[in-house]
Every structure is written in C-alpha cells, then in structure tokens.
C-alpha cells in the first residue's frame, strides 16, 4: 500500500517536535548533566575508545566542539536522533501497510514515554534507541523482501550499533537465536549472511583492538557497575520497570508484542517478539537495569499502532481511536513534571509535594533519601557556580604559582564541568582520576599547589593528602537544589617530599590497569 501524504506529514510533524524538545523543554536554570560533561571531556580526546563508552558519542560531541561548544549545539544531538528515531517508527508501520491512524498512534506513543526524557540528554542511551530500532526496521524489509542488501545494512547498523553503545549485543545475540528459531535459520548457509556480520565486524574492530591493547575497560567497567549497582537490583523490579518505561503507551506497546506473536499477521514477524524475549531474558539473567530494555519498545510501539489502528477500526468504529490519544496525552501531562525539566528548580521543588509524585519515590536518590528534586534534575546544577568560584580562587594565585598548580575534580561531574566551563574563565587543564580521566593524567606529578574540588574532604590520614602542610577550605557550591550542594573547593600546598612519590606511583598503578604503560 502507498503510504499516503497524511502519514508522510504526520511522520514529518513527530520529528520535529521530537527535534524542538531539548531546545524548547529545558528551563534555563538548568546547566549539562553531569553525565554530559564527561562525554564532551571524551571529545577533547579523540580515541576508538574510552573506560566508560565506545567511540561514536565523542566523535558527536567533537562535532559539536567544532560547531562552537554551546549547550545548543550539545542538545541538537538528542532532537536530531529522536526525530530520525520517530521517523523510523513511522516507517515501520507504513512497511506494514500501516495507515495514517496506525503513523500517528505509534508515533505519539513513541513521543508520550521516558524517550521524552532520554532525547535531551547528551548520552548513548539516545544511540542505543536508533541503531535499535533502525535494525528492527532493516529486519522487517528482509522477512518482506529475502532481499541480502537488507542484511548488509544491517551489519552496518550493527557495527555502528557497537561504536554507539555496548548494549546492542543484548539485541544482536536475540537476533542470532531468533533466527535458528524460525524459518530464517534457511539464511544460515547463505554467504551473504556471513560477509554481513563480518562487514559489521570490520566497522567496529577499531574499538574492539582499542579494548584488547588497554585490557578490555569494558569488563573493568561491568565489574564496577555489578558491584556497586546491579547486585543491589531486584528482578521483580526491573520486570515492573518495563511498564513504567513507557507507561503512557503501554497498550500500544503490549498490543504491539501481542500482535507478532499471536495475530496471523503479525506471526510474519515473529522474530521481533523472540528478540524481545532474548532481550528480557539476557537482561534478568545478567541483573540488569530496567532502562537498558528501553531500546526496543518504540519497534513494539510501531507494530502496536499497526494493531491499534486495525483493531480499534473493525471493533468500534473510527470515534473510538481517539480515546486512547487522549489518555496517552494526560498522562504524560500529569508526570510531565518528573520527565522533563520544563519549569525552575524553585517551582518544581514547590510542585511535587502537591501533587502524586511527592509520594511516588520518584524523588528518591542513590542515597535512598527523598530530595527537593529528582536526581537527574539535580545533576543538572550548581556547575556554573563551581566553575566560576574555582576560577576565581585560581586567578588571585601569584602568576609564578599557576603553573605549578594542579586543579582536580574529585570525580568526572566536577572534573568535567570545570572544563567545559574553565575554558574561558582561564582554568588550566582539569584533571582527575576518575573514569577516562585516568588516561589523561600527566606521568609527573611536579606540582606545589593542588585545586580540589570535592564533595567530601579526605580523612586525615590519607596516603596522598596527609603530606600537604596546608588546607584551606575557600568556597562551596551553594545552591541546595543541585546534587554538588555544599561541594568544597579547597587549596592544598607546601608539600613535603613524599606527595610527588605518592602522585607518581598512583599515576603509573591506574594507567597500567588499562594498558597505557
């Protein structure tokens, strides 16, 4: 069936409001996540790879460099990937033969969810969602078709998949088992099966040599995420938290998942059901996140609104359609406030203890506490303040002391947004010793003077600072809706002989647990 211009527009009108959110949905009050600055500190760094992500997010976030560096140029990634990726929903359905109604119902659905929230932050979450669904899209041309130019796009999605983020190996091992399942397993000993996954495998083996030369960081980091995270999750969680992933939509989607598996003809493309299964499946067996299943939801969203709109047609009438839209949209507008940072600090700190969302743990932090703010809202102030502040302490040193002062954050967040911010407030280069930083670190430490940046101030008995004459505590980060509240910049100097040993010989043990010595 053609697809008609009323879905080409309806496509056309999702992806724009996709590309505006970050732009027109973020208070000004709010700065970067910290999450955010790392990845543009990976930028200034140009590598295949890095301690906490593959490549591709830094290769995005050095364009933005190149384009000046501005917040706008940071968010345009995550409306520009979420239009593309709302944009390939609709395709989905109208590969289906979907029609307008089925367009605009998945598509809303794919835009009323937690994608609302991952599309203006600069992470590879927003990656993990493109290649994903760009791969379920490649899938459903070659059950159509048997068409092996489908497969070779595929193993370039793949390959591109693994340079964005890890987790598309939980998709392609669903995918690999999907196919010994069904009636695909046929293409098992065709060769252009092979010569795909082996082109994949080509474009990504940049990173995979950079694994294998800096011992693999991947596994260091999935070591330190079981131990201080994933053992603490609960399978009975992370199975509620695929409702509330995309809970507005959670018809569409249930009835999407239903469609392949139960309805005659959406048994075509079973394969999508057994990957979401595989995915489920993986993911409970290794303890994971409840977000890290995200990806595939806007593909069941796709072949939900193909349901939806065939369902609601031959059981009701064309009135009844509406009524879901209109539920999908109040509830997004109900929990807007917890999705998407669109008023002040001030006045969303005043608003959730009005409303249900005070009482709905979603104000609840790592630390178990209830706060002012959620925590990811949280992690999106108070860097402007510290920036400006440690700048400013660092411009009333003696000029003869600047060079011989080391200005550190004590992890990425602070280390990060001090260089982003630094820059023109006449920071030297940051450093730290927490995630790529580690790689960044100078092998000699020749310094007198030492800029902290830190939430705790060490005890009194540490290795390194215990050798410093001198501490003054110089200023804090004042405002109490940021997660840095009451971050300490502290100045440490005269030290005595054993502070360049101790400096050395941490520098020289964390670079050879990555292979950089």
Not at 258 to 282: A, E, N, V, W
Not at 416 to 439: M, Q, R, T
Request: hydrophobic letters at 50%; aromatic letters at 16%; a positive charge.
């Amino acid at each position: 069936m053609k697809p008609t211009a009323a879905a080409k527009y309806t496509i056309a009108l999702f992806a724009l409001i996709k590309l505006l959110v970050p732009f027109v949905l973020i208070h000004p009050d709010f700065e970067l996540h910290r999450d955010e600055f790392l990845y543009l500190a990976d930028a200034d760094h140009p590598a295949w790879g890095y301690i906490e992500m593959p490549p591709l997010l830094a290769f995005l976030g050095f364009i933005s460099k190149l384009l000046g560096g501005s917040v706008a140029t940071v968010y345009m990634w995550g409306g520009i990937t979420g239009a593309l990726t709302v944009t390939l929903v609709g395709l989905i359905v109208l590969q289906l033969n979907g029609n307008t109604t089925a367009v605009f119902m998945a598509c809303l659905a794919f835009l009323c969810s937690g994608f609302l929230r991952m599309h203006i932050l600069f992470q590879p979450n927003f990656l993990d969602v493109l290649f994903w669904t760009w791969a379920s899209y490649l899938i459903i041309c070659w059950i159509q078709t048997d068409k092996s130019k489908y497969l070779y796009w595929l193993g370039i999605c793949f390959g591109l998949g693994i340079l964005g983020k890890y987790s598309i190996a939980f998709y392609m091992i669903s995918f690999f088992a999907a196919v010994v399942l069904t009636r695909k397993r046929k293409w098992l000993v065709n060769q252009h099966f092979y010569f795909a996954m082996l082109l994949g495998l080509l474009i990504c083996l940049p990173n995979l040599v950079w694994q294998y030369t800096h011992h693999f960081p991947v596994l260091h980091h999935m070591d330190l995420l079981t131990r201080q995270q994933l053992q603490y999750n609960s399978r009975a969680e992370f199975l509620v938290n695929q409702l509330l992933i995309a809970f507005p939509a959670l018809v569409i989607w249930l009835g999407g998942l239903g469609y392949t598996i139960l309805h005659p003809k959406g048994r075509d493309y079973i394969i999508i059901g057994i990957i979401y299964i595989g995915i489920l499946s993986l993911l409970l067996f290794f303890n994971g996140k409840g977000y890290y299943a995200a990806a595939i939801y806007p593909t069941l969203m796709a072949f939900g609104g193909v349901w939806f709109a065939s369902w609601a047609r031959e059981k009701y009438g064309s009135w009844f359609k509406w009524i879901l839209p209109v539920i999908m949209v109040a509830i997004t507008y109900a929990i807007l406030p917890v999705i998407l940072p669109y008023q002040s600090p001030a006045k969303l700190a005043v608003l959730y203890p009005r409303s249900a969302i005070g009482r709905s743990g979603a104000l609840r932090w790592e630390d178990q506490k209830e706060h002012s703010l959620p925590q990811d809202f949280a992690d999106m102030l108070g860097w402007k303040e510290m920036a400006a502040k440690t700048a400013r302490i660092y411009q009333t040193l003696p000029d003869s002391v600047k060079p011989t002062t080391m200005v550190y954050g004590d992890n990425y967040g602070e280390a990060g947004a001090l260089g982003f911010y630094g820059k023109k407030l006449g920071l030297p280069e940051i450093y730290s010793d927490n995630a790529s930083y580690v790689c960044w670190m100078p092998d000699r430490f020749n310094y007198t003077h030492f800029l902290f940046v830190t939430q705790e101030l060490p005890d009194a008995d540490d290795a390194f600072f215990q050798h410093w004459k001198k501490r003054e505590v110089l200023d804090s980060v004042t405002n109490p809706f940021a997660r840095e509240y009451r971050c300490k910049i502290v100045l440490y100097s005269q030290p005595d002989d054993s502070v360049k040993i101790i400096a050395e010989q941490n520098i020289l043990r964390d670079k050879k647990r990555f292979g950089l010595r």
